[in-house]
């Protein structure tokens, strides 16, 4: 099997290669980069995986997974440039950095696939878009399908998406935990011990994205199903409208596409 390299063992990095290791693969066909001894010690302890330097990683790899932080990656690009196996691919989980940008640092013809996951990885359960540079084909894009299924599902995308991709499923967890604290703060205000009120919000929010995941229906369909005429329900969804929450959404997730095309521009 290709052997992988990790460049990044922050909590994404490490996410991915656990992920990976129960997934199936061999220790020995995964590498990690990691500067700090300790920290790379503490790899070497837990996954049973050779930990190295970013350019001993890139003149070994056949594939590498670029996994800093986006203001880090002009750095990396720079180390490693000029050391990567010749038919090596370089996916980046990095937001905001486009595979131009890749390209034009790593050397002529390299493939580069670019990555927006997010942190529901952590429990198998992310959701990652990816997007093909210019040098990439096919068999890129399925080995970093392949990759990236080990924590979740994968769709792809055209890159001019990957900032809108970004606003909805990248950010998206934080939205979701701020209604559930809203809903549990709600919970507490209406007289439910904080125990009580988280336990019953996480199990609502749990229980009903497995509704829209196992029956396909339609978020609205759902909807109308607990909307009963002139009942609890259809009483806080028109508060809701009356706030104007729908828009509030829509508005906060341009909010969120805007400022990620800005941090690409500043690349």
Same mark, same amino acid.
Request: hydrophobic share 45%; charged share 20%; proline share 5%.
């Given at each position: 099997?290709?052997?992988?390299?990790?460049?990044?063992?922050?909590?994404?990095?490490?996410?991915?290669?656990?992920?990976?290791?129960?997934?199936?693969?061999?220790?020995?066909?995964?590498?990690?980069?990691?500067?700090?001894?300790?920290?790379?010690?503490?790899?070497?302890?837990?996954?049973?995986?050779?930990?190295?330097?970013?350019?001993?990683?890139?003149?070994?790899?056949?594939?590498?997974?670029?996994?800093?932080?986006?203001?880090?990656?002009?750095?990396?690009?720079?180390?490693?440039?000029?050391?990567?196996?010749?038919?090596?691919?370089?996916?980046?989980?990095?937001?905001?950095?486009?595979?131009?940008?890749? &390209? =034009?640092?790593?050397?002529? *013809? +390299?493939?580069?696939?670019?990555?927006?996951?997010?942190?529901?990885? /952590? @429990?198998? $359960?992310?959701?990652?878009?990816?997007?093909?540079?210019?040098?990439?084909?096919?068999?890129?894009?399925?080995?970093?399908?392949?990759?990236?299924?080990?924590?979740?599902?994968?769709?792809?995308?055209?890159?001019?998406?990957?900032?809108?991709?970004?606003?909805?499923?990248?950010?998206?967890?934080?939205?979701?935990?701020?209604?559930? &604290? =809203?809903?549990?703060?709600? *919970? +507490?205000?209406?007289?439910?011990?904080?125990?009580?009120?988280?336990? /019953? @919000?996480? $199990?609502?929010?749990?229980?009903?994205?497995?509704?829209?995941?196992?029956?396909?229906?339609?978020?609205?369909?759902?909807?109308?199903?607990?909307?009963?005429?002139?009942?609890?329900?259809?009483?806080?969804?028109?508060?809701?409208?009356?706030?104007?929450?729908?828009?509030?959404?829509?508005?906060?997730?341009?909010?969120?596409?805007?400022?990620?095309?800005?941090?690409?521009?500043?690349?």
């Amino acid at each position: 099997m290709a052997l992988v390299a990790i460049l990044g063992a922050g909590v994404m990095g490490e996410t991915l290669l656990s992920g990976l290791l129960r997934a199936g693969r061999d220790p020995q066909d995964l590498i990690v980069s990691e500067p700090r001894a300790e920290r790379a010690a503490e790899l070497r302890e837990r996954y049973s995986v050779d930990v190295v330097d970013n350019v001993g990683a890139a003149q070994r790899a056949d594939t590498l997974v670029l996994v800093v932080k986006p203001q880090d990656m002009g750095g990396l690009c720079e180390e490693i440039a000029g050391h990567i196996r010749p038919g090596a691919m370089v996916v980046s989980l990095a937001a905001g950095i486009t595979t131009e940008f890749l &390209e =034009a640092r790593l050397g002529e *013809g +390299v493939p580069v696939v670019r990555v927006m996951p997010n942190t529901p990885a /952590l @429990v198998d $359960q992310g959701m990652a878009a990816i997007s093909a540079g210019a040098h990439c084909d096919e068999p890129h894009l399925a080995e970093a399908e392949e990759l990236l299924r080990a924590v979740g599902k994968v769709v792809r995308v055209p890159e001019k998406h990957q900032d809108a991709v970004t606003a909805i499923s990248g950010s998206g967890p934080a939205y979701l935990f701020y209604v559930t &604290e =809203a809903m549990i703060e709600a *919970g +507490v205000f209406l007289g439910l011990p904080r125990a009580t009120a988280a336990e /019953l @919000v996480v $199990q609502t929010v749990y229980g009903a994205a497995t509704m829209l995941r196992e029956t396909g229906e339609h978020p609205s369909v759902l909807r109308e199903q607990v909307t009963s005429p002139g009942g609890t329900t259809v009483a806080a969804l028109r508060t809701l409208d009356d706030h104007k929450v729908r828009a509030a959404f829509i508005s906060a997730l341009e909010a969120a596409r805007d400022r990620s095309h800005e941090l690409a521009s500043g690349q």
